[in-house]
Every structure is written in structure tokens, then in C-alpha cells.
């Protein structure tokens, strides 16, 4: 698994030119799911994601998280993540998850986290999205394989 979170003053997502998702300050994640992928390994990637300490206190210090700002989330489905590009300019996308094994994560990855953040937002699985935000920061970090 693979998310990108940036933090955000606002973030929308569009279909087909018609919102479907939007949040106001908060966390816009992008979520690649990979083959070997789980629920247990999805509930570790959401416990860190909504445990991050990555907003500002008083003092300036990123010492808050998601909870402490009421923050709302805004989760984004992109196997993309999963691209290979060590061969040639066209990336591979082989360690990318079963789209519908992926779907169902995704799905279940916005159904826990709306049972600890008031405002949880999405995307489309598969659709062509078109996604809008303003970086607070910026600031953007990246869960992968190397933090869990």
C-alpha cells in the first residue's frame, strides 16, 4: 500500500465535471493499493494517517493531528502509485492491486476511517478524476512500505 497525504486548506474531487468529494481543512490522501495487500495492512496504514502529527500548534510546531484541528479527510483512489519506471518511459504497473480487490480495500478504507473522522470524503474508483486542493505548507508525506 501506498498513500500520498497532503495536508490541505481545501481539497475537491471531480467527475465528469460534477463535484463528488469535497473538504475543507484536512488531509487529501492518495491510496495505491498493491497485490499483496490487506485489511490488517489497511487498518496500520489508517491508524499512522490519522495518528500524523502534521499540524501545526500555537507555536508553530507540527505537533497536532487530523483530530486535534477537526480536520476532514478526502481519499483518492491511484494505482498509479504503483508505477515502475526503472525500464523504458512507459511505466509498468504490475505490482498495482486486482482492480476489484483493490476497490473493495479502497471501500473499506473510507468505511473505518468515517468511524473516527466526522467528514470523510471520495473519490470514484477508476473513474478519471479531476482533483483540486490547496497545499497548506506545502506539506506532503508519503506512507509506504519503508514507514510502516
Do not use: W
Not at 491510496?31 to 495518528?51: F, N, P, R, S
Not at 505490482?95 to 473505518?112: C, F, H, Q
Amino acid at each position: 500500500m501506498k498513500l500520498v497525504v497532503q495536508r490541505v486548506l481545501q481539497a475537491e474531487v471531480q467527475v465528469d465535471g460534477q463535484s463528488i468529494g469535497k473538504i475543507n481543512r484536512g488531509l487529501l490522501v492518495f491510496v495505491g493499493v498493491g497485490k499483496e495487500d490487506t485489511k490488517e495492512i489497511a487498518d496500520k496504514y489508517l491508524k499512522k494517517l490519522l495518528g500524523l502529527r502534521i499540524f501545526e500548534d500555537e507555536n508553530g510546531k507540527t505537533n497536532l493531528s487530523l483530530k486535534d484541528v477537526d480536520g476532514e479527510v478526502l481519499l483518492v483512489s491511484q494505482f498509479t502509485l504503483y508505477a515502475n519506471c526503472k525500464k523504458g518511459n512507459r511505466p509498468s504497473f504490475i505490482k498495482a492491486g486486482d482492480p476489484a480487490e483493490a476497490e473493495a480495500l479502497y471501500e473499506y478504507m473510507i468505511a473505518e476511517a468515517k468511524k473516527t473522522v466526522p467528514v470523510v470524503q471520495h473519490g470514484s474508483f477508476g473513474a478519471d478524476m479531476k482533483v483540486s486542493l490547496i497545499n497548506d505548507g506545502p506539506f506532503t508525506v508519503i506512507l509506504d512500505e519503508h514507514i510502516l
